[in-house]
């Protein structure tokens, strides 16, 4: 950065281009380690149904410490319950539709 003395009286610091004042500030707020997990484990989970619930939790702590702390991370947050939802509902059409399938197959066999 360089200072701007053409002017007596006036001393100005020039800012990177496209940076801005908010954008300086906003890099000091600090990220939301469990909107982080939340998103991780909305992403890539491990174990389906007891990540994408984790997720869910992890996803609604980490919103209700974003609005009262003023962190960063609101969008991690909501992608993690997002989908942790998502996971939810494909594992259990997953585990219908498995069930329903081996209901058929099974059930048409004749053991006589």
Same mark, same amino acid.
């Given at each position: 950065? +360089?200072? *701007? *003395? ?5 001393? %100005?610091? !020039? $800012?990177? =281009?496209? %940076? +801005?004042?908010? %954008? #300086? #500030? !906003?890099? !000091?707020?600090?990220? *939301?380690?469990?909107?982080? &997990?939340? =998103?991780? @484990? ?11 619930? +984790?997720?869910?939790? @992890?996803?609604? $702590?980490?919103?209700?410490?974003? %609005?009262?702390?003023?962190?960063? /991370?609101? $969008?991690? &947050? *909501?992608?993690?319950? /997002? ?7 494909? +594992? =259990?059409?997953?585990?219908? @539709?498995? @069930?329903?399938? !081996?209901?058929? =197959?099974? /059930? ?5």
């Amino acid at each position: 950065m +360089t200072t *701007n *003395n053409d002017k007596p009286g006036r001393s %100005e610091v !020039s $800012k990177p =281009f496209g %940076e +801005t004042s908010s %954008e #300086r #500030r !906003s890099e !000091s707020v600090r990220w *939301n380690a469990i909107a982080i &997990a939340s =998103f991780v @484990l909305g992403v890539l989970p491990v174990v389906p149904v007891i990540g994408s619930v +984790t997720a869910n939790g @992890l996803g609604i $702590k980490a919103r209700g410490q974003i %609005e009262s702390g003023g962190e960063r /991370g609101a $969008k991690l &947050a *909501n992608w993690g319950i /997002g989908l942790g939802v998502v996971w939810v509902v494909v +594992t =259990f059409a997953y585990v219908a @539709l498995v @069930l329903y399938v !081996s209901d058929r =197959f099974v /059930g048409s066999i004749d053991l006589r």
